[in-house]
């Protein structure tokens, strides 16, 4: 066994593979960028080394400063993580000539599996069902239209090098073929530096079913299935163990799939095998298809874990060590359900847009497992994945373990920053997914009713004006009112794009009114503890002008100063902002060009997602502030159009 090993990634991840190497005696070493010299990764390893700038390419990609830095701290082996350098053939084969160890496959398994036309030659061979298509070398346009013609419409076009989701292209009918062949390719171009595409038959009702592998470089055991079809963007939002509605004889031939998958490579370590499963007719154990192998732990290794009772990253360490597989098939067992939510700073009204910010407070209540990299006080940057924990909940039936995550996702306090629990809250919450109704295309289907804006209830309101002026204290006097004042104060607040006026009056020492809309809502101080509306108050944080309300979700509310406000209105109508920070990846745009209103004018690329910005209106372009490869803080003006003559306006 090593006595010291060198995690080669940051952000939960890294502190979650810490956490095993620790419990197993092991010193574990640490690498950081600038952006991450305080993290929590950082704090928690035994030692650190800082390997470069904040972009990922200065740091985290480069190879040969984590392995000089495992070299300088007596490090025998690297855990990759995931994302990175973890599915890199020529960093496996950089860290074994420099007599280190690779905890993970050989160079050569993730070479087989890197593309996934290779990929799915290699399954076919070796008798695993793989979604019908072309994935030949023949890439001109005619061969590949023909390809979808034979295979029927609607058809996929992925990027053989894809990943994340992107260089992908649904297409219902021929007529549309060309067009998002074309941009398929450009995009597997621009992420990839690999325009190759393969067509495949797209699935009807898909669910996405993955099979947890684990092999010693010569056996492999299976860790049963995962079920993944709740996806935005082909993006996983919540996962979970075992699949609903999964038979003894499908799991049996999708494991012993997954297993042949797995021993056809040589594999070595932890994988997982994907499957698309047509979901149109019940689960069939002749309905499932490989569609690509992840050669690395997954983000959501954790529900195996939960249903299993195996620790996957001790596995990995064991056998890279040299020891073999810890069980034989038969030992391994499923125990209950798991779930498991990624919690995301994203501004879900604004279209799921990464945010950033500072955590300015961060807790998890009782009853889940919370993988996180941030603690309070940490920032949320533009450099990085945007996700702040990932919350996962297990019970010996799948309604108790939904019903635990939908009460563990409502006591996430999180503030500083939006997030995404509300949209986790209501998605935990359909009833669809409460029946196992789960297919890749649920949250597209029921995006409206998963984004209704919170309620903002009187109590809020009052509760949110009684910190705004500081009254919310759990004793003293109600100090802001004097007896030569009248007894009431007004508070301005925004909530979810509204303007909200509260009115509080003192009634006595420990009682205040708050008028709200009408409403009358009685604020009463019984002990130290403040009851809004007749209930206690929940926990609340004030940053600067930024209230968060620790309720259902957490509601987040700014304090407005009447007066400032009527100035900014109007004002930036005319100019284009970054909405978050990001790199301009290109600009389509020259100052007095005639635009039209939704035109595209730039791209901005921010944290693994491209967003285009639109013309607001029609006009003509003033000025062009920005160019490609320009990287731009959230607010910063990129374009500007001519004003428009007051008349017009008016
Ligand atoms: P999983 O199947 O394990 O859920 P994901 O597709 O969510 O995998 O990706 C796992 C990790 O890989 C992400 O958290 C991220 O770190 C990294 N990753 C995936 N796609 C990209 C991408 N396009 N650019 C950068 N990193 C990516
Ligand atoms: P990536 O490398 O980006 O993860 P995958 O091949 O794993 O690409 O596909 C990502 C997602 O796209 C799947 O989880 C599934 O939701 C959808 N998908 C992929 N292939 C098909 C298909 N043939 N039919 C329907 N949906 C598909
Ligand atoms: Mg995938």
Not at 120 to 139: C, F, N, R, T
Not at 149 to 175: D, F, T
Not at 272 to 287: A, K, M, N, Q, Y
């Amino acid at each position: 066994m090593f006595d010291t090993i060198l995690i080669a990634n940051r952000g939960e991840i890294a502190c979650r593979v810490i956490e095993t190497a620790r419990a197993m005696g092991l010193r574990c070493v640490a690498v950081y960028s600038d952006a991450d010299a305080g993290a929590r990764h950082v704090q928690m390893a035994d030692a650190a080394v800082p390997i470069g700038g904040a972009a990922p390419a200065d740091s985290y990609l480069r190879g040969e400063a984590i392995i000089a830095a495992a070299q300088a701290t007596g490090a025998q082996a690297i855990h990759p993580g995931y994302g990175f350098l973890s599915e890199n053939p020529d960093f496996v084969a950089a860290v074994e000539a420099a007599g280190l160890t690779f905890i993970g496959p050989s160079a050569r398994a993730i070479r087989a599996m890197g593309l996934k036309d290779a990929a799915k030659a290699l399954m076919e061979e070796a008798g695993v069902p793989v979604v019908p298509g072309y994935h030949g070398a023949d890439q001109s346009g005619d061969t590949l239209s023909r390809a979808a013609e034979e295979i029927g419409y609607p058809v996929l076009i992925k990027a053989v090098a894809g990943g994340g989701g992107k260089g992908m292209r649904l297409v219902e009918r021929a007529a549309d073929f060309a067009e998002a062949l074309e941009s398929a390719r450009s995009e597997a171009r621009t992420a990839f530096g690999n325009p190759d595409v393969l067509v495949e038959k797209y699935i009807q009702k898909p669910r996405h079913i993955e099979v947890q592998v684990f092999g010693d470089g010569t056996r492999a055991v299976h860790l049963f299935e995962r079920d993944c079809s709740l996806q935005r963007r082909h993006q996983k939002v919540i996962e979970e163990a075992p699949a609903p509605g999964m038979t003894q004889e499908m799991r049996a031939a999708m494991g012993a799939a997954a297993v042949r998958a797995a021993e056809a490579i040589g594999y070595s370590g932890a994988g997982t095998v994907e499957f698309i499963v047509d979901g149109s007719d019940g689960l069939r154990p002749d309905g499932f298809w490989f569609m690509e192998m992840n050669t690395r732990l997954q983000v959501e290794h954790p529900v195996t874990e939960a249903i299993t009772g195996v620790d996957l990253v001790e596995w990995q360490i064991r056998v890279a060590s040299g020891e073999p597989l810890p069980v034989a098939q038969e030992a391994l067992t499923i125990t209950g359900h798991a779930f498991e939510a990624r919690l995301y700073a994203e501004d879900v009204p604004a279209g799921f847009l990464p945010a950033t910010g500072t955590l300015a407070h961060l807790a998890f209540p009782a009853g889940c497992r919370a993988d996180t990299g941030v603690r309070s006080g940490d920032t949320i940057s533009p450099f990085y994945d945007p996700m702040i924990a990932k919350v996962i909940t297990h019970g010996p039936t799948r309604d108790i373990a939904l019903s635990r995550l939908r009460a563990a996702l409502k006591g996430c306090e999180v503030a500083g920053t939006v997030t995404n629990l509300a949209f986790l809250g209501a998605l935990a919450a359909h009833e669809g997914f409460a029946r196992g109704e789960v297919d890749t295309g649920l949250i597209a289907r029921d995006l409206d009713q998963l984004t209704v804006a919170p309620e903002v209830t009187a109590a809020d309101l009052a509760q949110a004006a009684l910190v705004a002026t500081g009254l919310d204290g759990a004793s003293g006097p109600l100090t802001g009112f004097t007896l030569w004042q009248p007894l009431a104060r007004q508070v301005t607040l925004l909530a979810d794009g509204e303007v909200h006026v509260v009115t509080l009056r003192v009634i006595g020492p420990d009682h205040i009114r708050a008028d709200v809309a009408g409403e009358e809502v009685a604020c009463e101080r019984l002990g130290s503890l403040w009851h809004i509306g007749g209930r206690p108050a929940v926990a609340a944080h004030r940053e600067a002008e930024r209230i968060t309300l620790f309720r259902a979700h957490g509601l987040s509310l700014s304090i407005l100063d009447p007066l400032a406000r009527a100035a900014a209105a109007g004002a930036g109508a005319d100019v284009i902002e970054a909405p978050m920070p990001g790199l301009v990846k290109a600009v389509f745009a020259e100052a007095g060009e005639t635009v039209t209103e939704g035109q595209r004018l730039a791209v901005l690329e921010a944290m693994k997602m491209e967003h285009a910005l639109l013309a607001p209106r029609d006009g003509v372009l003033a000025e062009v502030m920005v160019s490609a490869g320009t990287q731009v803080e959230a607010g910063a003006a990129l374009i500007r159009l001519e004003a428009v003559e007051e008349e017009a306006a008016a």
